[in-house]
């Protein structure tokens, strides 16, 4: 915004500049935590300034204030000029701080204390408050701020130590505007270089790098190499570089050294070996996959491939997801381990900017990369970041998309005869011939037999003795007419896979708890305790759910967690479901509401992904959390739960 006379003045103007329809007295007051008075006070303040910009805020008698923009072309002209200038930045106390960085990095010389005051718009206690806040976030880079009498504040320490603090402090890398160019900041920080011909050069000479995958490490790149240059040719060249620069690769080596050189005669500079060591290393660290290992240079290959036939070994070992032979996953996976491997030898970690919306959007995919993960990092000697997990549980939820439909498992049958194995061997036979690709039979009982199975692991039973009472699903076929008896399956089976697809069958009005709870600990020991007095888990599912929780906290938001075993160990799927109207603390200062406690058999763990569906629409319904959280009787739940 523009350089008004203080800050609400600007955040109030922003905020009528955006409505088409009166805002009423009341909101404007309620907005800025201000009286009536004063707002009537800011809008005098305005108007005197709008009135020399073909604009005015009226009031529209009984509804509220509007601007209203007399000359469209002055008001534009203005705003545009306005919006442009460097104090656009300044519209929140964070913004303010930020900038006050920015002009220590980038004034050539040191600013007085009244140079600040001037630009920042803010009085003297507020700048020293803003001051403590810099020089506390510059620690961790070995910076200081110096006041040096009479002449003004600067920042003192090596040159790789500020490039690291602008990058990190300044440039924020908000996915939206961060990928799609460059940053208000960043053209304020680099404007002393021409961004266009720096981005076509980068384009044209790494192009053979295949740089291009990933949006953000390639915005990352471009970023350093801006960041880079425009220091340079501001004078602030690094006398050395601190970290090991790793080797790249013969063909990435010859890609950067060409663009090097016409980097020099494009923007009339010769890099110093310390400058074209910080390309090297920004290159590398956005894109490992070009890095040489030291050893062999099939080293890190080896070990990629191994890591990826493990991780998917453990997947099906654990939940019935085999995607051994998907090769496109397989490939994938094991490119992006192999560079993920090369940073480890880098000494470097890389952040991932779609973590959060991951573990919201794919949890079932996340949560099978994690504990896994766990494993296979000790066994090679390597640590899985959250962020590391976050990239691969990427690759995975792309394998459960592509398979979801064509790799529906069969449906586990128990076929009941009274007649003896001959017989059941016939039916069998004639149950095959028609639904091979459905069912998959996995055992031939009597009735005295079928009394005493586990059914857990069954989806239906299809029986030729008549049955009245049975804990899951069946058909009776009369074998006096086998073959027209044969057909009715299928019916039932359509039938079968509705109720199945029914996810709601998964809540149960035992395991449905509306009550606040001291803890985190006592509220699942609870909820498990239910489980195991119903024989749905074992007896050790307890301990089994907070050794996971150990390895990292479950709840997927603020307010939502899925807390769940190591391993698929339930005997009977089930979702416990928990609703603390008052929260309760999941860590680092969470306060959960809402708890969904996955007791799901390894069976049934392919046909959960819609309760996980579920839960992300419930993440955006705020109306239908609020009628649970006040609503405390179970019905009522199901009813809500039934509306997403």
């Not at 009537?40 to 910009?53: F, Q, Y």
């Not at 923007?267 to 290393?281: C, P, S, W």
């Not at 766990?374 to 690759?395: C, N, P, R």
Request: net charge negative; glycine share 2%.
């Amino acid at each position: 915004m523009s350089k008004l006379a203080y800050q609400r003045l600007d955040d109030l103007l922003e905020l009528l500049a955006k409505q088409t329809a009166p805002l009423p007295m009341k909101e404007l007051a309620k907005s800025f935590s201000i009286s009536e008075r004063t707002v009537r006070t800011d809008i005098a303040n305005l108007n005197d300034l709008l009135s020399n910009v073909g604009a005015a805020i009226t009031l529209v008698r009984g509804q509220g204030y509007l601007l209203t923009v007399h000359s469209k072309e002055q008001f534009n002209d203005w705003w545009t000029e306005s919006m442009s200038s460097a104090d656009s930045f300044l519209t929140t106390s964070e913004e303010r701080q930020a900038y006050l960085l920015f002009l220590l990095f980038k004034n050539e010389s040191p600013l007085s204390l009244d140079d600040f005051l001037d630009r920042l718009f803010i009085s003297k206690n507020t700048f020293y408050s803003y001051l403590k806040t810099a020089r506390d976030n510059l620690l961790s880079y070995q910076l200081k701020i110096v006041n040096r009498p009479n002449i003004g504040f600067e920042i003192l320490g090596n040159e790789f130590a500020k490039r690291q603090a602008i990058s990190d402090l300044l440039i924020e890398k908000d996915l939206q505007e961060y990928l799609i160019g460059f940053t208000e900041m960043e053209l304020a920080l680099f404007d002393n270089i021409d961004l266009e011909l720096l981005q076509k050069l980068e384009l044209d000479y790494l192009a053979p790098l295949e740089l291009l995958d990933s949006d953000y490490y390639h915005k990352n790149i471009l970023s350093h190499f801006a960041l880079a240059l425009s220091r340079f040719l501001a004078g602030h060249e690094m006398s050395e570089f601190p970290l090991r620069v790793p080797s790249l690769k013969q063909h990435a080596q010859k890609a950067l050294r060409h663009f090097l050189a016409e980097l020099d005669q494009a923007f009339d500079v010769q890099l110093t070996n310390e400058e074209k060591e910080y390309f090297t290393y920004y290159l590398a660290l956005n894109a490992p996959r070009l890095v040489e290992t030291e050893a062999t240079s099939h080293s890190s290959t080896e070990t990629a491939q191994s890591i990826v036939a493990e991780l998917l070994q453990a997947i099906k070992g654990t939940s019935n997801f085999d995607w051994i032979e998907d090769k496109m996953l397989v490939e994938d996976l094991t490119s992006h381990i192999e560079g993920f491997i090369n940073m480890n030898l880098m000494e470097a970690r890389r952040s991932n900017p779609l973590l959060a919306t991951i573990k919201k959007s794919f949890p079932q995919a996340y949560d099978l990369c994690l504990t896994h993960l766990e494993i296979l990092g000790k066994k090679h000697g390597l640590y899985f970041s959250q962020d590391e997990v976050g990239y691969i549980a990427l690759h995975i939820a792309g394998a459960m998309e592509r398979n979801s439909s064509s790799n529906h498992r069969k449906y586990r049958v128990i076929l009941v005869c009274g007649t003896g194995r001959a017989m059941s061997r016939i039916i069998e036979a004639k149950i095959n011939k028609y639904y091979q690709e459905t069912i998959e039979v996995v055992d031939r009982l009597s009735y005295v037999e079928l009394q005493q199975c586990d059914l857990a692991a069954v989806d239906f039973v299809i029986t030729t003795v008549p049955l009245e009472q049975l804990s899951i699903p069946h058909i009776y076929i009369n074998m006096a007419k086998l073959d027209k008896e044969i057909v009715k399956i299928e019916p039932f089976i359509e039938n079968f896979k509705g109720a199945k697809s029914e996810i709601y069958s998964l809540f149960h009005k035992e395991f449905y708890l509306h009550e606040d709870s001291e803890s985190k600990e006592q509220l699942l020991k609870k909820m498990t305790q239910q489980l195991v007095q119903k024989n749905f888990v074992p007896e050790d599912f307890h301990d089994s759910i907070m050794k996971r929780e150990a390895i990292n906290q479950t709840n997927i938001n603020e307010w939502l967690a899925i807390p769940h075993p190591m391993s698929l160990s339930a005997k009977r799927s089930a979702v416990s479901v928990a609703v603390i109207p008052n929260g309760v603390d999941w860590g680092s200062g969470d306060l959960v509401k809402f708890v969904f406690l996955f007791a799901i058999s390894k069976e049934d763990y392919e046909d959960t992904e819609e309760i996980y569906s579920l839960l992300l629409e419930l993440m955006e319904r705020e109306d239908i959390q609020q009628a649970i959280l006040q609503q405390s009787d179970y019905q009522s739940f199901l009813t809500h739960i039934k509306q997403l």
